[in-house]
């Protein structure tokens, strides 16, 4: 029978307490498109998007520049906040270029799921600061 088997220590989550979650935009498939001039008119600018009270932990506000982080890495982005993301998960659309301060695959570590062996893109973990300037 399957079991749930924790994939980071209790450590691990105090220090990144956030769900990061990458789900597609409607208007690219993954990266391809975000070169085009009509898909960048029609499209909101990149940004994390986070809830009101994680924002407010942190300090955050709606349009701050914010650093994203993990053990793997770190983006600049810019902060959204929303009230349709639940307490403890932020969301970065997938596709986003580094040259917009996307790039959510520097976050997510390439490993396996248990079962399947598809991969774990949304069992990762990450912490959100104000960006110093």
Request: without cysteine.
């Amino acid at each position: 029978l399957p079991e749930y088997v924790p994939v980071d220590s209790d450590a691990y989550l105090l220090k990144y307490p956030l769900v990061l979650l990458t789900p597609n935009l409607g208007n690219r498939i993954h990266s391809q498109f975000g070169n085009l001039e009509v898909i960048r008119e029609n499209s909101e600018k990149p940004a994390l998007l986070l809830s009101p009270t994680d924002a407010g932990k942190r300090n955050i506000s709606n349009g701050s520049r914010i650093r994203l982080y993990n053990d793997l890495g770190e983006i600049i982005t810019t902060a959204r906040i929303s009230e349709r993301i639940p307490e403890g998960t932020v969301v970065l659309h997938n596709g986003i270029w580094l040259s917009e301060g996307g790039g959510g695959n520097i976050l997510i570590n390439g490993r396996m799921t248990d079962m399947g062996y598809g991969a774990a893109f949304h069992d990762n973990r990450v912490e959100a600061e104000v960006a110093e300037l």
